[in-house]
């Protein structure tokens, strides 16, 4: 795969100045959705607190949920 080809969507990131922390946001972000990383350990790694991440995903407008897609489904089915 080229590399190449996936400069201009790094570079469209509207945060971080340095292209290292725009692909690090990138890949931390994805890891977090594939849930590969906790939150905390997300968090960490872009050196913000969880608040301070969670508020810059919700600006980004990326959603991220603490719950599974099987917890999500038996929220949605609880009685009132």
Known sequence: MQ???????VEAV???RDIKD???FLIVVSALKLRLVSLA???EIMHMT????LELLELLDIDYSYLSEN???KEKTWPQ
Not at 3 to 9: A, E, G, R, T, W
Not at 50 to 53: C, V
């Open 3 to 9: 590399i190449d080809i996936l400069k201009p969507i």
């Open 14 to 16: 509207p945060l971080f």
């Open 22 to 24: 725009k692909e690090k």
């Open 41 to 43: 350990r997300a968090s």
């Open 50 to 53: 969880k608040t301070g991440f």
């Open 71 to 73: 917890d999500i489904e």
